[in-house]
C-alpha cells in the first residue's frame, strides 16, 4: 500500500497514540486533532488521503463532523474518504455510518491488521 496521510479525529491521548503507532507501522503518517470542529479546520488547510473518524467526540462529534465534510463536497465535487470509529459497537452500526456517508468503520479497540485492511479497502489499494 502506499503511504498515506491520515487526519486522525480522537479525543482520548491514549488512543491518539496507539492509531498514530499503528498507522507509522503501517508507513503512514498522521496529524491528530481531538474534536470534529477541529477536524474541518484542518481540513481547510491541509490536505489528506483519509479521515479516521472518532464518534463520541467533544465539542463536534463524528457524524456532525462528517456531515460537514459531505456538504462541503457537494458544492467542490471532490470526496475524501472517511474512516468512522467508535467503541460502542451496535448490530447496525456499519450500516447507518455508511447511510451518513463514510466510507469504512473500524472497532475500538483497534486492530492494526483491521485498520490496515479497512484501509486498503476503502482506498481501493
Not at 18 to 43: F, N, W, Y
Not at 97 to 115: H, R
Request: aromatic residues 2%; charged residues 25%; negative net charge.
Amino acid at each position: 500500500m502506499r503511504p498515506l496521510k491520515v487526519l486522525v479525529a480522537e479525543d482520548n491521548i491514549i488512543n491518539q497514540r496507539v492509531v498514530i503507532g499503528m498507522l507509522t507501522a503501517l508507513g503512514h503518517t498522521g496529524v491528530i486533532v481531538g474534536d470534529g470542529e477541529k477536524a474541518l479546520k484542518c481540513l481547510a488547510k491541509l490536505r489528506f488521503d483519509v479521515v479516521l473518524m472518532d464518534v463520541m467526540m467533544p465539542v463536534m462529534e463524528g457524524l456532525a463532523a462528517l456531515a460537514a465534510i459531505r456538504e462541503s463536497e457537494r458544492v467542490s465535487g471532490a470526496h475524501l474518504p472517511v474512516i468512522m470509529v467508535t467503541a460502542h459497537i451496535e448490530p447496525g452500526d456499519r450500516a447507518r455510518f455508511k447511510q451518513a456517508g463514510a466510507d469504512g468503520y473500524v472497532p475500538k479497540p483497534l486492530d492494526q491488521d483491521q485498520l490496515s485492511a479497512e484501509l486498503a479497502r476503502v482506498m481501493d489499494l
